[in-house]
């Protein structure tokens, strides 16, 4: 494998003027879990890495006008936050599963989202949780609303000389509550075969579903969200009945392209869909009655 060169920028303007400079030539490394595994299996590495572990400013969790958390927040402190526990369930559920605690000491959510696997475990629950990623680049800062901000496999808007700075998410959760299902052959170190995250806000009686969000991943070639499934959903009064046929709409053609792989069937994955849909429906509205 060629030599790279190895820079540690100590700050955001550095990150970005070293972008600008190296152009197409330079890469970002954060944690590093999944560049240097890239790195390692095509032997290939770009001329430069730009590290951010320096950018201690954006390892962050904060409530202020909205959740904010930095790009350099690990999944561990994901995991450890009593406030994405109890307020951004849907997270706390996915950062906790993330390959181990070696990986979720030093994986970033930045790296998660940038990276953009369609299997990304936060991917789900930051979109249903309406979430708007924050760009900086030499042209300024700009947001991206999460459901716009993946492009393909591997693929989102993010320029070459922007920085993912942090995740936004809006306020008003009051009577949302989410929940975030990995399913996965074993319970440790395993990519989701398929990922379902759900978002309900539910009436003050908690009869009636007045708004809902629901998002999967490796069901598509990026994470989505299961439009004619919420609709479905919205303004219904809670039910099995009601939540077991918005599954149904979930796993079918109208919300996903789920396809066969390696490593799982299609049938199964869609069976997973329309099981756990209605499922996580439950445990979202649950966790708003516990709020
Ligand atoms: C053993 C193992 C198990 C894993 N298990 C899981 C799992 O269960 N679930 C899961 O979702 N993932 C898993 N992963 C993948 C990986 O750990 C996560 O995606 C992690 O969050 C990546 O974060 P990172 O900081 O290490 O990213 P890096 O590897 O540093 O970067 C990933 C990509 O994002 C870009 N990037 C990073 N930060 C920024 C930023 N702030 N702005 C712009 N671009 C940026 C990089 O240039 C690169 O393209 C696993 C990886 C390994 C090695």
Redesign the pocket.
């Known amino acids: 494998m060629q030599d790279f060169e190895y820079l540690m920028p100590t700050n955001l303007d550095q990150a970005i003027g070293l972008l600008k400079k190296y152009e197409n030539k330079a ?12 790195i390692g299996k095509t032997r290939k590495a770009p001329d430069v890495l730009i590290s ?1 572990r320096r950018l201690s400013a ?1 390892r962050y969790i904060k409530k202020n006008g909205g959740y904010h958390i930095g ?2 927040t ?2 561990r402190m994901l995991e450890q936050s009593t406030l994405v526990q109890s307020e951004l369930s849907a997270l706390h559920d ?1 950062a906790s ?4 605690v070696q ?1 979720r000491n ?10 953009a ?1 369609p ?4 991917a789900g629950p930051l979109l249903v949780l309406d979430a708007t990623a924050v ?1 900086e680049g030499p042209l300024g800062r700009r947001r991206v609303p999460l459901k716009e901000f993946f492009t393909g496999t591997y693929r989102t808007v ?1 320029k070459p000389d ?4 942090e995740m936004e998410i809006p306020e008003d959760l009051g009577r949302y509550g989410s929940a975030y299902w ?1 399913h996965t052959r074993r319970k440790a ?4 075969l398929i990922g379902i995250a759900v978002a309900l806000k539910l009436s003050q009686d908690n009869s009636q579903i007045l708004d809902s969000r629901i998002a999967l991943t490796v069901a598509a070639p990026t994470p989505i969200r299961a439009y004619p499934a919420e609709d479905f959903l919205k303004g219904k009064v809670i039910a099995d009945d009601v939540l077991k046929e918005a599954g149904r709409i979930a796993s079918s053609a109208d919300c996903c392209t789920i396809r066969t792989s390696l490593r799982c069937e299609a049938w199964y994955r869609e069976e997973i869909v329309r099981v756990f849909v209605p499922r996580m429906a439950k445990l979202a509205a649950e966790r708003v009655k516990n709020r």
Not at 27 to 38: E, H
């Open positions: 890469a970002l490394i954060a944690g590093g879990t999944d560049v240097m595994v890239k951010l954006l790009a350099l690990t999944h996915a599963q993330v390959g181990s990986i030093v994986g970033t959510l930045g790296g998660n989202i940038c990276n696997a299997s990304a475990d936060t760009l993010r922007e920085v993912l700075v990995k170190m395993e990519l989701p």
